[in-house]
């Protein structure tokens, strides 16, 4: 017996596949009844194919469910590769030295956003910015991004900071003061682009290597130890 998986459209992306797709309609409609023989149509319509199953893929949604170990465990936030694991300062939030875990996604990830731990969402701001590559270091502090502060269910603190990159235009950030944060939950969506940064305090252990994939809501990153 064959069971048949439907693909879940995150909602960011219904109007625009909506669009695109009556978009391309009507450019390929015309092409067909105007431009005989069949060559040009046929090339024009498998470039629109195309087109549309790549931006269809980049809105997937996958249903996860947390499986492992959750007191005090960090779980990556999106799919893609770690790019940077690092001592800075995080100035927003914490204010002081974190390690920061750095995930980049490319066009073919998965590009919604899961909370990386169980607690409370303690501070949301949206910054305006630039839209250098997301894979510089200095992206995390001149880009377009939105910074979320979260306190754990064991009180300990931590930054999440979604990235606007070259190609992404707009960060969603469903996350808000007060709210419920969980691992399995949607903390938002970065459309076309790019990275996540997380900083952990600097006695976090981390999971995980520079160039490693991860899985959002899946991948453990880090174990976090209580004072």
């Given at each position: 017996?064959?069971?048949?998986?439907?693909?879940?459209?995150?909602?960011?992306?219904?109007?625009?596949?909506?669009?695109?797709?009556?978009?391309?309609?009507a450019?390929?409609?015309?092409?067909?009844?105007?431009?005989?023989?069949?060559?040009?149509?046929?090339?024009?319509?498998?470039?629109?194919?195309?087109?549309?199953?790549?931006?269809?893929?980049?809105?997937?949604?996958?249903?996860?469910?947390?499986?492992?170990?959750?007191?005090?465990?960090?779980?990556?936030?999106?799919?893609?590769?770690?790019?940077?694991?690092?001592k800075?300062?995080?100035?927003?939030?914490?204010?002081?030295?974190?390690?920061?875990?750095?995930?980049?996604?490319s066009?073919?990830?998965?590009?919604?956003?899961?909370?990386?731990?169980?607690?409370?969402?303690?501070?949301?701001?949206?910054?305006?910015?630039?839209?250098?590559?997301?894979?510089?270091?200095?992206?995390?502090?001149?880009?377009?991004?939105?910074?979320?502060?979260?306190v754990?269910?064991?009180?300990?603190?931590?930054?999440?900071?979604?990235?606007?990159?070259?190609?992404?235009?707009?960060?969603?950030?469903?996350?808000?003061?007060?709210?419920?944060?969980t691992?399995?939950?949607?903390l938002?969506?970065?459309?076309?682009?790019?990275?996540?940064?997380?900083?952990?305090?600097?006695?976090?252990?981390?999971?995980?290597?520079?160039?490693?994939?991860?899985?959002?809501?899946v991948?453990?990153?880090?174990?976090?130890?209580?004072?």
């Amino acid at each position: 017996m064959h069971i048949v998986r439907i693909v879940k459209i995150h909602r960011e992306g219904t109007n625009i596949l909506i669009l695109l797709f009556l978009v391309l309609g009507a450019v390929n409609v015309p092409i067909w009844l105007f431009l005989p023989p069949y060559t040009l149509p046929i090339i024009f319509t498998s470039i629109s194919g195309v087109a549309y199953i790549f931006v269809f893929n980049f809105f997937r949604s996958p249903k996860r469910k947390y499986q492992g170990e959750r007191k005090n465990m960090v779980v990556s936030s999106v799919d893609g590769k770690v790019v940077a694991i690092e001592k800075v300062t995080e100035r927003e939030y914490l204010k002081g030295d974190a390690i920061m875990l750095s995930v980049f996604m490319s066009p073919f990830n998965v590009h919604a956003n899961w909370y990386p731990v169980d607690g409370t969402v303690e501070y949301v701001r949206h910054h305006r910015g630039r839209f250098l590559a997301a894979y510089l270091p200095k992206a995390s502090e001149e880009n377009e991004r939105s910074t979320v502060g979260i306190v754990t269910d064991t009180g300990i603190r931590l930054t999440l900071r979604q990235v606007a990159g070259a190609m992404a235009r707009r960060i969603v950030t469903y996350a808000r003061k007060g709210m419920r944060s969980t691992i399995d939950g949607h903390l938002g969506f970065i459309k076309f682009g790019s990275r996540v940064d997380l900083y952990l305090p600097l006695t976090a252990e981390i999971l995980v290597k520079i160039d490693q994939h991860v899985k959002g809501g899946v991948t453990p990153v880090a174990r976090l130890r209580e004072n």
